[in-house]
Structure formats: structure tokens, C-alpha cells
């Protein structure tokens, strides 16, 4: 008689897979769960495997030989309980797998924080195309199989190398018990919130994935990635590195991207493989397929059969699915949650349709998702669309509302990148306020790694029901706001506040006196394109209604396109060369808003020890202020340290508050000395002072006194 294995939470999809393998392998499986529905229990009921409604220790009779216990299982589960008062043997779910099917066989793990699907599911797909008969465990549906797992005749075994915990009794990670021989490695950023603390919990993890390679394995590694970098030297095994970088061993170049996808050569020991074509969008996507060339490559796929492959893959089921496409409107459906993988995708959408209207329709589900920790990067992620729906966060009670991502913040932090964004609820509501404002040729990606109650296929269903769309093909970059001025249609098509939108020509401003060199400056500010967007083409807007970092004013009077002349290159050169050992800032006036984002934007992206920041001066005119933060910090250590070698006390020149929120920062890393600011206006400055022993005391015995 064949074993009895049952396992708690089969409906889970890795569990549902693993009841599937076993079943092929002849065992007896049962299972329980407490939500059994499609599209799990349908696929277990083709495996003519019986799933019981919740749980029960009566499950559990007669006695199964082995229980395996899912991850979303935890302490109070009756079954679990029985199990344990009983003694019976249990295992996590890779514990199962390293067990049942990895042992004996050359495990292939993909790994990192990103891309693992996709990349496990093109080595999979790889070796199947060479005859090679994979076995393989995928967390998706490759699209060239039809289902997430394959038991195959061949010697290697590919799987997804998942970072997050076992079980309840096993808080290692899951890729810990897959007996890696070869390790492909993308990327590690901090993710997973509810069981990491922080980046190095998560480069812990990565770092003994690593030391249990054998040392006749290999290590593919991105080497993009500086995380993953710094870990290489810890391999006892062949490392290989892949990425876009000059000192990578393998990489892509000479990119092209088409609406089907990446067509790429690949250069490795002074030689140019290809060209391959791969039907993914987005540059990461070829790095991802650059890391299986290589791992394929190394375990002797010939790169012929290799290209066949890449130009054969079908995808991954919710990696860009395309879930409706017709009358010039694509809807798609992806897996996207944490902020890279959200910027990623939508850069390969806009890559890959260029001139359309890019809809990002996203759901805030995991614990990772919900956390205030990834607000900020959450509002630069949406930059490659062009309107922006956010979903009501999904459980927000099981978040600290001290930890807990204002959903609100990052609306008005994509609005203040020139986004529409709505927060709009799940369902007909969604459905009915994108159908409002779709037209012709927009491309609308629904991002969550949950299944969003249905919604890309809510919108399908309505569209092919011939639900009304604008006919006007809109191009890139067109919010809805501006779609709503240039229709003349007095509702806003959005949910901003217009209350502050001038109807008339604004009164004159009282100008405000230039920011002086120790003064507190004054408030910054922010236009915003969508609220003060007014109707008329752009020669005939006011000063308030012109859109910043697009048109500059022309000497006859209105406005023109602003284009890159050569001005703010020789700008550039200029600051480096004023800045470069100087401390104090350096002022630029007289600047069109063009000119200002080119200057910020580069400073931003090439000169992290340089910050900018722009404050409005006298009348209309804003003055661009330029930071050297590394040389005032640098200053003002040395500065701190001369203070204690002397044990006398040292006072700064004066400074604006920016300058002197640097130099306070600075002087918290070295210890033994005090800062304060003193005086007022122009004449406010640092003092700083070494610590005395004896102020100290005071501050204990007066605490004492009180006790």
C-alpha cells in the first residue's frame, strides 16, 4: 500500500503543486484548508486529490505517514496541534522538496529580490527546448507549460529560490533546503517587512545561500547590484557576473527595443554573441535573459539552442499578461508589488510603447506594500506613466499605524511629479473611472500581487461589452487634467482640489525680497502642472498657467518650447568647477524652469555629493541653489576635530539654516563635541564646544534629585 501524506493548507499555490508532484510519484495525498476554491481546487480535483473544508484533527484518521505543514499554517491549528501532541513526523514544504525530488538531482536555483519567475521560468523553458528533460518548481505559470512544476526524466531540477520563511517551526529561508549546484543571483533590496528587520537581515539570508554552494558549482551573479557585489567574495565556488556594467562578464548590449519585445547581443571574453531576441519588455528583462544565457551556457546548452529558446518563450501568467487588446486599448495584468518592480515595469511598458498613454492601475496587498518604509520610493515608481490609480490599501489594520504608508502622501507625491493619481475603490467604481477617461491607443496595467478582486478582467469584460471610450488617441505624457482643458469640460476629470485654480488673470504679487546668506529663506515653492493648468494654447497662457520644465518665455512676448540649447552644459561644467572644493553654495538666477530640471535632474543622478534646491527670489524669478554637502560635511569634522585637539571652543561662519542642518548632521558622527546655534538673521551660526565631564554630572545629580 502506497504512503499516506496529507498536507495543511493544500490550497496554497505551492502547496496544490507539491500534492500534484506527489501524486505522480504514486503517494496517497489528502489535504485540508480553509478556503477551497478556484482556481486550486479545481486543479486538485483533476488530481482526483480530496480536499477537506477546514480543520480538523478527524482529517487526520487513520494516521497519514507524513503531514506537511504550509507556511500560512501557524500554532492554534487544530490539525497542527494534534500533530504535535501526537509526535507524529511533519516537514515545511521545501523541506518536501529537498527530500522527494531535489536530492540526487543538479538543483539550479534563481535567486534575488527580483525576476526570479521570470528568469526560473527561461532556464526551464531553456533546457526544455534542448531536449535536456527538466523537472522544475516555479512560484508562476510559465506560459510554454501550463503549469507551475514539471516532474522530467532529465538530471537538472530548476526552481524558484524564494527568500521568504519555511514554516512556522523553520524561519530560515525556503531556498536554504534546495541543495543549490548552480545559484543565479539578481539582485537583494529590502522586502519581506513582516519577518526581516532591515537590508542586512535580508543579506544574511543571501549570504548563506551562498556559502552552500559546493565548490565545484557556480554563482552567476549581477554585479549591477552592489549588495550582491559585496557578497561575491564570500563563494567558495565559479562565480560569473552579468549586468549592463563595463566590468561585467556577461552583457547586453547594443539594445534594441520593438513592441514584441528585446532584440540584444550579449558580449563575453572580447566577443559578441548574437543577435537574440527575447518577447520581454524592459531592459531589466534583458539582464534576466543575459543571466540565463550565461547559466545555460556554462552548464553546455549550445547558444544556438539557446537563442531558439529566448525567441520561443511565452512569458509568465500575470508578468504582463495581456488580458484585452483590441480597438487601439491594451489591458494588462501583472505581478508588480515592491517599488523597483513597479518602476521596472512600467520603464519596459513605456520602452516598449513609446508614444501611447500608460495607465498604472496598483493595489497596495503585501506587508512589504503597506509600510511606511517604501513611501518615498513608492512616489518616484509611477514616473513612466502618465495617470496613476491607487487602490484603498488592502488589510491596513495588520500594519502599526506607526509603520503604516499614508496612501494619501503618496498621491500627493506622484501629483507633485505631474501625475494624475486617484485613489478610486475595487470594483464597478474602478471600472466605471477608467472607462471615463480611457481613449484610444492607452495602454492600462493593473499591478498586485494579489488578484485584485478581479479587476483587469472586470475592465475587459466591460470594454468587449462596448463600454464608450474617447475616440481621440491621446500621446504621451497627456493627463487626464490636460485631456480636461483641452475638452473645455468644467469638471475636473480627477479628484483634485481646483478651488485654488485662477479663472482670471491673477492679481500682481507683492515681490518678496531676494534670500540672503544667512536668512531664513523663504518657503519653497512648488508648481504643480495639474492645478495650474489653464485653457488656451500655450503662447497664450499666463505666467500662473504655463506648464514648468516645458516652455520659456519669448522675447516678443508668450512662450516657447523650451529645448536644450548647449546652455546647461556649460552651466554644469562650470558649477563642478566652482564646486569643486568649495563649501559654500553657488546661486544661479536667471534660469528658465527648463534649464533648472536639466540642472537638478543631473546633479540628482551623477553628483550624489551635491544637493539642489530652488527658492523663489525676487518677483517671478527662482534662483537654483546648489549644495557642496560632501566638502561642508568634510569642513565641518575637521573643523570639530581641530576643536577637541585644542579643548577650546570654535564658531562657524554664518550660514543659511539648509547649510546649517549639514553641519549639525555632520558633527553628530563625531563624538566629544556640542553644537548650538546662535544669533540671529544674517549673523546665525554654529558654535561648537567640546563635552565636558563636568556638565554631564550636573545633568545625572540633578536627575537623581528628582528620582
Not at 528 to 540: A, I, M, Q, V
Not at 563 to 583: F, N, S, V
Request: net charge neutral; glycine share 8%; with cysteine.
Amino acid at each position: 500500500m502506497s504512503q499516506h501524506i496529507h498536507l495543511i493548507g493544500i490550497c496554497g499555490t505551492g502547496m496544490a503543486a507539491l500534492a500534484g508532484m506527489l501524486k505522480q510519484r504514486g503517494y496517497r495525498i489528502t489535504g485540508s484548508d480553509l478556503n477551497v476554491y478556484p482556481p486550486m481546487s479545481t486543479f486538485l480535483e483533476q488530481q482526483q486529490i480530496p480536499v477537506y473544508q477546514g480543520f480538523d484533527p478527524a482529517h487526520l484518521q487513520p494516521p497519514p505517514d507524513l503531514v506537511i505543514v504550509g507556511n500560512a499554517i501557524s500554532r492554534g491549528n487544530p490539525e497542527v496541534e494534534y500533530v504535535l501532541n501526537e509526535g507524529w513526523r511533519y516537514f515545511s514544504l521545501p523541506e518536501a522538496l529537498k527530500e522527494f525530488f531535489i536530492r540526487g538531482k543538479y538543483s539550479c536555483v534563481v535567486a534575488g529580490t527580483h525576476g526570479k519567475t521570470t528568469m526560473s521560468s527561461l532556464l526551464a523553458w531553456t533546457f526544455e527546448s534542448a531536449g535536456m528533460e527538466p523537472s522544475f518548481f516555479i512560484g508562476g505559470i510559465p506560459e510554454n507549460f501550463g503549469q507551475g512544476f514539471k516532474l522530467g526524466g532529465g538530471r537538472h531540477f530548476v526552481l524558484e529560490g524564494d527568500e521568504y520563511d519555511s514554516a512556522f517551526f523553520d524561519k530560515g529561508s525556503k531556498f536554504f533546503h534546495y541543495l543549490p549546484n548552480l545559484v543565479i543571483l539578481n539582485n537583494v533590496e529590502y522586502d519581506h517587512a513582516d519577518i526581516f528587520k532591515n537590508l542586512e537581515d535580508i543579506k544574511t539570508a543571501f549570504r548563506r545561500l551562498i556559502n552552500i554552494i559546493p565548490g565545484n558549482g557556480y554563482l552567476i551573479a549581477c554585479s549591477d547590484d552592489a549588495p550582491v557585489r559585496e557578497m561575491l567574495s564570500r563563494a567558495f565556488c565559479k562565480v560569473m557576473t552579468f549586468g549592463v556594467g563595463a566590468e561585467a562578464e556577461w552583457r547586453p548590449v547594443e539594445i534594441h527595443a520593438h513592441p514584441e519585445g528585446n532584440e540584444f547581443f550579449i558580449a563575453h571574453s572580447g566577443e559578441k554573441i548574437g543577435p537574440l531576441f527575447v518577447p520581454l519588455a524592459g531592459e531589466h528583462n534583458v539582464k534576466n535573459a543575459t543571466a540565463v544565457f550565461a547559466a545555460a551556457t556554462c552548464l553546455g546548452v549550445p547558444a544556438e539552442k539557446v537563442k531558439e529558446a529566448f525567441a520561443a518563450f511565452r512569458g509568465v501568467r500575470r508578468r504582463l499578461q495581456i488580458i484585452y487588446d483590441q480597438n487601439s486599448v491594451l489591458v494588462l495584468d501583472d505581478f508588480a508589488h515592491h517599488p523597483t518592480e513597479v518602476r521596472e515595469t512600467l520603464r519596459g511598458m513605456r520602452q516598449r510603447y513609446p508614444d501611447r498613454r500608460l495607465w498604472a492601475i496598483f493595489e497596495p496587498r503585501t506587508a512589504s506594500t503597506k509600510r511606511k518604509v517604501f513611501e518615498q520610493d513608492y512616489i518616484r515608481a509611477f514616473d513612466a506613466a502618465d495617470n496613476v490609480v491607487f487602490a484603498p490599501m488592502h488589510r491596513p489594520d495588520k500594519v502599526p499605524e506607526a509603520e503604516r504608508l499614508s496612501l494619501e502622501a503618496v498621491v500627493e507625491g506622484v501629483r507633485r511629479r505631474r501625475k494624475s493619481a486617484n485613489v478610486v475603490p475595487i470594483g464597478e467604481d474602478m471600472a466605471n473611472f477608467i472607462i471615463q477617461h480611457l481613449a484610444r491607443g492607452d495602454v492600462v496595467v493593473f499591478m498586485s500581487n494579489g488578484d485584485f478582486a478581479g479587476m483587469p478582467s472586470l475592465l475587459a469584460e466591460k470594454l468587449s461589452a462596448g463600454a464608450a471610450i474617447k475616440e481621440t488617441q491621446f500621446t504621451r505624457g497627456r493627463t487626464m487634467t490636460e485631456e480636461r482643458v483641452e475638452n473645455g469640460s468644467p469638471q475636473p476629470a480627477d479628484d483634485y482640489d481646483y478651488s485654488d485654480q485662477p479663472t482670471s488673470e491673477p492679481a500682481a504679487e507683492t515681490p518678496k525680497p531676494a534670500p540672503q546668506h544667512g536668512d531664513k529663506r523663504p518657503e519653497r515653492r512648488h508648481y504643480d502642472r495639474d492645478r495650474r493648468y489653464g485653457k488656451g494654447r500655450p503662447e497664450s497662457r499666463g505666467r500662473h498657467d504655463r506648464r514648468p520644465g516645458r516652455y520659456r518665455p519669448k522675447a516678443e512676448g508668450g512662450f516657447e518650447r523650451a529645448e536644450d540649447d548647449g546652455r546647461t552644459k556649460e552651466m554644469i561644467q562650470e558649477i563642478e568647477q566652482k564646486l569643486a572644493d568649495a563649501i559654500q553654495p553657488v546661486q544661479l538666477g536667471n534660469l528658465n524652469s527648463f534649464e533648472r530640471k536639466q540642472i537638478h535632474q543631473y546633479i540628482e543622478r551623477n553628483k550624489p555629493e551635491f544637493e539642489t534646491k530652488t527658492y523663489r527670489g525676487e518677483g517671478d524669478e527662482h534662483v537654483l541653489w546648489i549644495f557642496p554637502v560632501a566638502n561642508l560635511k568634510k569642513f565641518a569634522q575637521e573643523k570639530a576635530n581641530e576643536a577637541l585637539a585644542a579643548d577650546s571652543e570654535m564658531a562657524f561662519p554664518p550660514m543659511s539654516s539648509y547649510e546649517r542642518f549639514i553641519v549639525h548632521n555632520a558633527l553628530k558622527e563625531v563624538e566629544g563635541v556640542e553644537a548650538v546655534s546662535v544669533g540671529e538673521g544674517a549673523e546665525r551660526h554654529i558654535e561648537i564646544q567640546p563635552k565636558k565631564f563636568g556638565r554631564g554630572l550636573k545633568k545625572i545629580m540633578k536627575k537623581i534629585k528628582l528620582m
